[in-house]
């Protein structure tokens, strides 16, 4: 967990975390297959599928940036959407 130190004060930014540092559905749209992605149409209508194939390849990527933090990543999970 994280610990604030100090009171902080109401809205005050306690943490921040840099934007190339977030997997998001725009890195998945830049990634290598992005460009296809971005025309197919159940990818148009469903941006979180961009989002999970791009973490799927980056996982299997044994030179990706991303691997050591998705290695420690649960194999499955619930969530209540699906």
């Known amino acids: 967990g994280v610990v604030a130190l100090r009171d902080m004060k109401e809205a005050e930014p306690f943490l921040c975390v840099p934007r190339q540092l977030i997997i998001s559905n ?5 990634g290598p297959y992005g460009e296809v992605m971005a025309k197919d149409p159940l990818v148009a209508s469903m941006p979180s599928l961009a989002l999970a194939v791009y973490v799927a390849l980056e996982r299997s ?3 990706s940036f991303w691997k050591p933090y998705l290695d420690v990543l649960p194999d ?5 959407l699906w």
């Open 26 to 30: 725009d890195l998945a749209l830049m």
């Open 61 to 63: 990527n044994p030179a």
């Open 76 to 80: 499955t999970f619930n969530t209540p």
